[in-house]
């Protein structure tokens, strides 16, 4: 059974630092995963897409990869903003119909 | 635009009391789902939808029922709410259940008392 876990639970950072959000799933077996941010009362918006065939993607300050035969990915917030401050999810398919998801990393940057 | 539509964002209902929570995208995906969110258990899939008429259970589908009658609709009923339902739900849409990108609706978020 596929299981998610995101490391840190929370996090706190001063503005500008550099850092970095971890997903580990147990399956190595998946199609894609899947990085969201979710503002409180607000929906997931999705950052970033990563095909299993992939290792990265990136997208402005945000770069994820992907290590299947490890279970492994990273999401990397480069120069980090006060605006940066949500919960961030990650989520993986594999052979089921479903995204399993993590339980999420609250950030928050202070100014 | 692409979105996600759910409706009501917000709901307080009674125990008991039949409610419906629609979900529309206009993306003309084949799949969609839903899932609830709840503290500590993050996010998990009640039922999914391959296609019109094709749908199945999830994880935790006990006191839900879904339709879809229509590509762009996936309404998400409940019955009999009971306070335990008390919870945030999110619908979901994508072109296929794997390989594509998921979008997901501002969410519901349903109190029972």
């Known amino acids: 059974k596929q299981e998610v876990t995101q490391i840190p639970a929370a996090l706190s950072v001063p503005e500008g630092e550099n850092l970095v959000l971890n997903c580990s799933f147990t399956?190595?077996?998946?199609?894609?995963l899947q990085w969201f941010r979710q503002d409180p009362g607000k929906g997931l918006t999705s950052l970033l897409l990563?095909?299993?065939?992939?290792r990265e993607q990136t997208s402005g300050r945000l770069n994820a990869s992907l290590d299947k035969s490890s279970g492994r990915s990273t999401l990397y917030i480069a120069a980090s903003q006060p605006g940066d401050s949500a919960t961030y999810l990650c989520a993986v398919t594999s052979g089921t119909y479903k995204y399993i998801f993590g339980t999420g990393t609250r950030l928050k940057v202070l100014a | 635009e692409a979105q996600v539509t759910q409706n009501p964002r917000y709901l307080i209902t009674v125990t008991g009391k039949k409610l419906t929570v629609t979900c529309s995208q206009n993306?003309?995906?084949?799949?969609m789902s839903w899932y609830r969110q709840d503290p500590g258990l993050g996010l998990r899939q009640i039922y999914y939808?391959?296609?019109?008429?094709?749908?199945d259970k999830g994880d935790v589908p006990e006191g839900y029922k879904v339709s879809r009658k229509e590509k762009r609709n996936f309404p998400l009923i409940l019955e009999s709410p009971s306070p335990n339902q008390t919870s945030l739900y999110f619908c979901?849409?994508?072109?296929?259940?794997?390989?594509?990108?998921?979008?997901f609706g501002q969410g519901t978020r349903l109190t029972v008392v």
């Open positions: 939808s391959m296609n019109v008429e094709a749908t």
């Open positions: 993306m003309n995906h084949e799949y």
């Open positions: 990563i095909q299993s065939s992939q």
């Open positions: 399956d190595s077996a998946i199609y894609n």
């Open positions: 979901a849409s994508s072109l296929g259940p794997g390989a594509t990108e998921a979008f």
